[in-house]
């Protein structure tokens, strides 16, 4: 098993900045990529980035590219999500997620799963 546990959330006010921490124990080496998700009130979950452990590829959603910026500390296990330009449609409470495989998009196919921490972009 793999537990997750996120850190870092918070509210803002937008044009403000974030940084999220998800840092991960027990059987990591049966994962290579972690991913972080969002869910909104009301809507469907959904993928915000993803990064692979080892080569450090990675992939953001068309809404946040240019303002998100995922980094790693293998060492530590942990990895950050730099949240930057915030707009009130980023409020959703995120949460991270990892698996065996490529970075995938689609939620169902994460196993592990941290709590969630809640994001706030209000004026």
């Known amino acids: 098993q793999v537990q997750l546990a996120e850190s870092g959330g918070g509210s803002v006010q937008p044009g403000g900045s974030l940084r999220l921490s998800c840092a991960a124990s027990?059987?990591?080496?049966?994962?290579?990529?972690m991913s972080w998700f969002r869910q909104a009130s009301g809507k469907e979950r959904e993928f915000v980035a993803g990064i692979s452990w080892s080569g450090g590829s990675t992939r953001y959603a068309d809404s946040v590219k240019g303002r998100f910026t995922l980094s790693k500390d293998n060492a530590k296990n942990t990895v950050n999500l730099q949240m930057n330009s915030l707009k009130p449609e980023d409020t959703a409470v995120y949460y991270c997620?990892?698996?065996?495989?490529?970075?995938?998009?689609?939620?169902?196919?994460?196993?592990?799963w941290g709590q969630g921490t809640q994001v706030t972009v209000s004026s």
């Open positions: 027990g059987r990591t080496s049966s994962t290579n990529v």
């Open positions: 997620a990892t698996r065996n495989g490529a970075i995938s998009t689609f939620y169902p196919a994460y196993p592990f």
